[in-house]
């Protein structure tokens, strides 16, 4: 079955560098969630988009961007990086109206800011 | 805001032994519950989950869980453990009843099965 595709799977950027992560979603899925998790840490919300428009917010930093194309996959736009946003970064989706309320997570992308 | 609390950071068991981790949530209307391993390396896979109907539900691997709703809890249960369960376990939730909401996690609790 088709999972959650992330891309890159790994990226080491320097500080004040930008970065780019990619999210396509299970196909006939049109929710994307981002979480970013911490080395020991929990996953953390940042935000999600249904039908392209953004849905939910959490604790996402003002430097880091997100939207979700007609295809329906997103990208998380990220500048001005800081040592603190090394973490893995999730995306998950989910078929809004579907009976499952389950969210398919990605293998995720590990940033690494030196 | 909802939160979750799980109460173990790491549990350490021998193969064959009973699991039972526990979760608590606040949150006062509806939710649907979940339970995700993470091993090592590798990303979230759901366990079991709960969204209405009988409360004690079954998960992939053997596992189970019982949403108990007067104590807002919804543990983890296996009653015989293998050396590849070694694993984090989180419980989260999606407050609202709908099935397009965040999800927020509950700390984590590490699992350590020695054979």
């Known amino acids: 079955a088709a999972g959650v595709i992330q891309s890159p799977r790994h990226l080491i950027k320097e500080k004040r560098e930008t970065a780019t992560l990619k999210c396509y979603p299970i196909?006939?899925?049109?929710?994307v969630y981002w979480y970013q998790q911490g080395p020991g840490q929990d996953p953390q919300f940042l935000i999600s988009f249904y039908e392209k428009m953004q849905s939910d917010k959490g604790s996402i930093p003002d430097r880091f961007s997100a939207q979700q194309f007609s295809d329906y996959h997103s990208e998380l736009n990220m500048s001005s990086l800081e040592l603190g946003d090394s973490a893995l970064y999730f995306c998950?989706?989910?078929?809004?109206?579907?009976?499952?309320?389950?969210?398919?997570f990605g293998p995720g992308t590990r940033l690494t800011v030196t | 805001a909802q939160s979750v609390s799980q109460h173990n950071h790491h549990v350490i068991l021998s193969e064959a032994a009973s699991l039972e981790l526990g979760c608590n949530y606040s949150y006062g209307g509806t939710v649907n519950l979940f339970w995700y391993v993470q091993y090592p390396g590798q990303h979230l896979q759901l366990l079991l989950k709960?969204?209405?109907?009988?409360?004690l539900v079954k998960g992939i691997k053997g596992f189970e869980a019982e949403f108990i709703k007067s104590k807002f809890s919804f543990n983890l249960r296996k009653p015989s453990v293998q050396w590849s369960d070694t694993a984090e376990y989180f419980c989260?939730?999606?407050?609202?009843?709908?099935?397009?909401?965040?999800?927020?996690f509950g700390q984590g609790t590490i699992l350590t099965v020695h054979p």
């Open positions: 196909p006939r899925h049109d929710t």
């Open positions: 709960y969204f209405s109907g009988d409360p």
């Open positions: 989260a939730v999606n407050a609202g009843g709908t099935s397009y909401g965040k999800l927020t």
């Open positions: 998950a989706s989910s078929e809004t109206g579907g009976t499952s309320y389950e969210q398919y």
